[in-house]
């Protein structure tokens, strides 16, 4: 397989985001163990996230490919791109499924249950649940933080991961707001009715700007009452910077380049979480 064929290939599955939900899982574990261990069934977890984590974007690359070719016209997406083949892209997600399947089913009838569950609601992501709105954000939000507790339920230990989960999916949906909107022309394009289509972008972003506020307040309370370290308090201030700064840019209309922020503040997020527990 030629080089450029395996870049397609992560650019599909998108690659980094499969990393962050696989250190998600992980994270979820070690929070809820207070220690650094990966035991096999905490492995079998963030293998699973992985592979329905693959299935899920590229069928969404699939759905996506009209919106793409507006929104992303570098050549970003490969399917949209025409230099992946669609029977590829299905093949991939085959795969993914498969991986995700044998590997939760490792783990717990549980766990299959709810992976499945969350590939049911990626897939969805794209043909219905991003032209819903604010209920389709919070929906793929709450999906893209559950990482972090099936990491914690796949060590016996699912309450563990209850804070975890909430504060990462509070990040997640500041950042899908502001995902919808920088894609708004390629949303208009495909006939969706996103939260900016609907309500337009400046209301969508303040929107955005005051769940970000809300989440400084949110991620020290909750830690507090879950009895997090001193640790988690100190790196949390990174995240939390991250978070206002990007509201400052919401309040006043300017929520280009936020994505990647937000993405900086969930990873080092992790470690915040994970350093209030095992330090």
């Not at 899982?25 to 809820?32: R, Y």
């Not at 592979?51 to 490969?78: I, K, M, S, Y």
């Not at 307040?217 to 978070?243: E, F, I, K, M, T």
Request: charged share 15%; with cysteine; glycine share 12%.
């Amino acid at each position: 397989m030629r080089a450029c064929s395996v870049t397609d290939l992560l650019r599909l599955v998108r690659a980094g985001n499969l990393l962050v939900a696989a250190a998600g899982v992980l994270a979820g574990g070690w929070v809820a163990l207070g220690a650094i261990a990966v035991p096999r069934l905490l492995g079998f977890a963030a293998v699973a996230a992985v592979g329905f984590g693959a299935a899920g974007n590229a069928l969404n690359d699939l759905r996506d490919v009209a919106a793409d070719r507006v929104n992303r016209p570098g050549g970003e997406r490969p399917v949209a791109a025409g230099r992946l083949r669609r029977e590829t892209a299905h093949l991939v997600a085959a795969a993914g499924i498969f991986i995700g399947v044998a590997m939760a089913a490792l783990v717990s009838g549980t766990a299959l249950l709810v992976g499945i569950a969350a590939l049911v609601v990626i897939a969805a992501y794209s043909p219905l649940l991003k032209p819903a709105g604010v209920a389709g954000n919070v929906a793929i939000a709450a999906v893209a933080g559950l990482p972090l507790w099936f990491g914690a339920f796949a060590v016996g230990r699912p309450a563990a991961g209850v804070v975890p989960w909430v504060l990462a999916a509070w990040i997640h949906l500041v950042r899908e707001i502001v995902k919808d909107i920088e894609d708004e022309p390629g949303d208009r394009a495909a006939g969706r009715r996103t939260l900016p289509i609907r309500w337009g972008a400046r209301r969508a972003g303040l929107l955005a700007g005051a769940l970000a506020v809300t989440f400084v307040p949110l991620s020290l309370a909750l830690p507090v009452a879950a009895h997090y370290r001193g640790g988690y308090y100190a790196l949390a201030v990174v995240p939390q910077l991250a978070v206002l700064a990007a509201a400052s840019r919401l309040f006043v209309g300017r929520p280009e380049r936020l994505s990647r922020l937000l993405k900086g503040a969930m990873v080092v997020g992790l470690a915040a979480l994970v350093l209030g527990k095992v330090a």
